[in-house]
């Protein structure tokens, strides 16, 4: 059958499978048919000491260093936080070190808003006359501010929650007190996302142990502080800044000072209106009036309002940075498959007759895994195909198609081939793309299968399906998962897959490909452990082989009465078909059950399955990739796609309702309604052009191109912003295992008015 979708992931696997040997064999450049994504080696540049993310990352940590500082430059304002803080001029030697407690000198901060971190301040700080020594005793702190007494670091998260900073300090009313993040900013992310998920404000406080960072829990989310007590441990938490405000907080007895405020003259809260020279404190209780919570800003008046672009900015190709580790983990040996089984051609069973492989699928590092940690010998160079993703628990992730990793390479020699997976999965680190720059990529700890780099895959396979690859490599023919849609958001921790699942076959002679489409199984995902995101498979293979691809371009999340992140409501998946998307939903405790699904007929649900020829479309039109999404600013739906005519050009159209949409879990919203049924009861706009992407560096076209919803927090266009994050794949024509790799992975931001 015509399998559309597949053009995203089709083109890559021609010369890895034909290979001899998938473990010694390197994928050669043949245009089109190496669809392999970009990979850029890890950078060795500096770390950038003015990125406010980096700096928040250890705000409590004590340090063995202290500053003395002579009189400093007219065009620098700094004060001591201690006993001599008035002392403006700073002119007089610092009293001793230890004469009180206090954080670790994290910034020093210049009028012209540079901001010196502590490893930084000797090379910087000799150029400005401040001199470093290194002592045993505690150390000091400096902030730009001239404020008497600075209660606390007050700063922005990543999702724009002003936080005050709190050492030492235990909480006792848990919301979840078992999460195992990589930092301090991580947690506060944690934080974040548990609000949005759950639409209101139940995390006021979050809590990160550094000294637990390789245990199986670092960070705790607080539902209150009234119960407070001091910490047995280095606790470096956060507290959001209005509770902190209308709160007595305890001062720990190990640090009777906070840290100094992040927001500086180079980089004030919106809505202040303090001077660059004013505290930041005042700045902060400007501020605070007009910062929100999380959750959804809707749009006002008695009508849809029409979106229109208002402009664009091109990040540029993302660079991947794996991680350095991997789990010690030697998997039980696979089946053996009788010889009648190793034929050519597709054979269903293979799919449903088995249990999951052992040997493939993301681990874990758990309480029986962190002990099996173990450095690798060669940090990978990956190459991939496709690229779609979403929000999940805190992270963002971008999931992959067939996926080669390679010995590492470098501008003058490219790397060996390792091993080929059908999926991989990566997570966006440092939000980059919210200043408008490229993102980084991270491979988790789990998905290594040894220590040069090998990969186990995301996606798992069954038994049957691994028995076979490995049997039959080098012969041209293997079962893959790919992912060729956006996550489906499921609940507040978890999002969903459809995946086909597809029987490549190369010929040998002629290196002719041929893709059949077997049905597809579902996949549901998490997020946020340090072996990185982790899929399941429930269900080996839920939908057959001649019916339409159910979900396999994505779907749709229709949010019950409890809100975004609940688990009533429905998911509404989309049925790819020629001339244009068919519709089926279930309701979201019932995703397995193959029986629960209905399908829409052109006028009612039905249990009865619509076959391929089906007219019974709620938009029509060649669309190969498409996410579509509620836009509470613009109060209706909006689609995003790309066509099947190869013009590197994102289309849009909107939902022309004749009223606003409103959620039922929205304010003024029905709650006996089901808000994504206005999908089939109106007519869309027009096509109208959302972004032109640049063709790849061979000049070749775009594909898997998605939205990334949620990625701009308030300023998103799903919360009501006006912002969002596009990707695609571009191709490059150069080789896979070289530095610039076949393909990248490639985003841009678009503004809607």
């Known amino acids: 059958m015509n399998f559309k979708p597949m053009i995203s992931c089709a083109f890559a696997v021609v010369a890895l499978v034909a290979s001899s040997n998938l473990c010694d064999a390197r994928p050669h450049a043949h245009g089109a048919l190496n669809n392999l994504r970009r990979f850029i080696r890890p950078s060795t540049s500096a770390f950038n000491s003015t990125d406010a993310a980096a700096i928040r990352t250890s705000p409590c940590a004590q340090e063995s260093t202290s500053y003395v500082l002579p009189t400093f430059p007219t065009s620098t304002r700094a004060r001591v936080e201690g006993p001599d803080q008035a002392n403006a001029s700073i002119a007089a030697a610092l009293q001793p070190a230890d004469s009180r407690p206090g954080p670790r000198p994290l910034e020093l901060v210049l009028q012209d808003g540079r901001q010196i971190l502590h490893q930084d301040a000797h090379r910087i700080g000799q150029h400005h006359g401040i001199h470093h020594q290194h002592t045993k005793k505690a150390s000091r702190l400096f902030s730009t501010t001239t404020e008497a007494d600075n209660n606390g670091t007050v700063f922005r998260s990543s999702s724009g929650i002003t936080y005050q900073t709190v050492c030492g300090i235990n909480y006792d009313d848990n919301i979840r007190p078992f999460l195992l993040v990589e930092s301090f900013e991580a947690c506060i992310q944690k934080c ?65 000072s906070l840290l100094s405020s992040l927001v500086t003259a180079s980089s004030t809260i919106p809505g202040s209106s303090s001077s660059p020279s004013q505290t930041s404190s005042q700045a902060l209780t400007s501020a605070s009036v007009t910062v929100s919570p999380p959750g959804v800003t809707y749009g006002t008046g008695n009508s849809v309002v029409a979106p229109k672009v208002g402009g664009a900015k091109l990040h540029g190709p993302s660079e991947n940075r794996p991680t350095s580790q ?6 039980a040996p696979g089946v053996s498959l009788a010889r009648s089984l190793l034929r050519v051609g597709v054979n269903g069973d293979l799919s449903t007759g088995y249990d999951i492989s052992p040997q493939t699928g993301i681990l874990d590092v758990n309480i029986y895994t962190q002990n099996t940690l ?169 939908f057959q082989q001649d019916e339409p691809e159910w979900g396999v371009v994505g779907g749709l999340r229709s949010w019950g009465p409890s809100g975004i992140g609940g688990t009533d409501g429905k998911v509404y998946l989309f049925g790819s078909v020629d001339h244009g998307m068919l519709m089926a939903r279930v309701t979201a405790d019932s995703i397995t059950d193959r029986d629960a699904y209905e399908f829409w007929t052109g006028n009612s649900w039905s249990t009865i399955m619509p076959g391929t020829s089906s007219n019974a479309t709620w938009i029509e039109g060649p669309i190969m990739d498409i996410d579509v999404f509620y836009s509470p600013r613009h109060k209706t739906f909006i689609a995003v796609y790309l066509t099947i005519y190869a013009d590197s050009t994102f289309y849009y159209r909107y939902l022309k309702a004749d009223r606003p949409i409103i959620p039922c879990y929205a304010p003024g919203g029905d709650r006996n309604s089901d808000y994504v049924e206005n999908l089939l009861k109106y007519d869309w706009s027009d096509e109208q052009v959302l972004y032109k992407a640049k063709p790849g560096l061979a000049g070749g076209f775009i594909y898997a191109g998605g939205v990334h919803t949620r990625y701009f927090g308030s300023d998103d266009v799903v919360n009501g912003g006006s912002r969002m994050l596009l990707s695609w794949t571009a191709p490059t024509g150069q080789n896979p295992a070289s530095a610039t790799s076949e393909y990248q992975i490639v985003t841009a931001e678009v503004n809607f008015t």
């Not at 974040?192 to 809590?207: E, Q, R």
């Not at 991997?326 to 998997?331: E, H, K």
Request: aromatic residues 10%.
């Open 374 to 542: 173990a450095p690798l010998k060669n940090v990978p160079h990956i190459s991939r195909d496709g690229g779609r993703g979403g929000f999940i628990n805190g992270q963002h992730l971008f999931l992959f198609c067939d996926t080669g990793s390679y010995s590492s390479t470098t501008a003058a020699q490219n790397g060996d081939f390792l091993d080929f997976v059908s999926s991989s999965v990566a997570v966006d680190v440092g939000m980059n793309a919210l200043a408008g720059n490229p993102i980084y990529l991270q491979d988790g700890i789990g998905e290594w299968s040894d220590n040069v780099g090998r990969q186990r895959g995301f996606a798992p396979l069954t038994q049957g399906e691994q028995a076979y690859n490995i049997a039959m490599q080098g012969r041209g023919q293997r079962y893959a998962v790919w992912i060729e849609s956006s996550i489906i958001p499921l609940d507040a921790e978890r999002g969903i897959i459809y995946a086909p699942i597809v029987y490549d076959e190369v010929n040998m002679v002629t290196r002719a490909a041929k893709f059949t489409y077997t049905g597809n199984t579902l996949l549901t995902i998490t997020a946020g452990g340090r072996g990185g995101p982790v899929a399941q498979r429930p269900v080996r293979k839920l």
């Open 326 to 331: 991997y789990i010690q983990y030697d998997p």
């Open 192 to 256: 974040d996302a548990y609000n949005y998920d759950t639409h209101g404000v139940s995390c006021v406080a979050a809590l990160f142990v550094p000294s637990r960072l390789h245990s199986a829990d670092d960070c705790y989310l607080k539902s209150s502080i009234a119960h407070s007590s001091v910490g047995t441990g280095n606790i470096e938490g956060a507290v959001r800044y209005s509770v902190a405000q209308s709160a007595h907080l305890p001062v720990s007895r190990t640090s009777t």
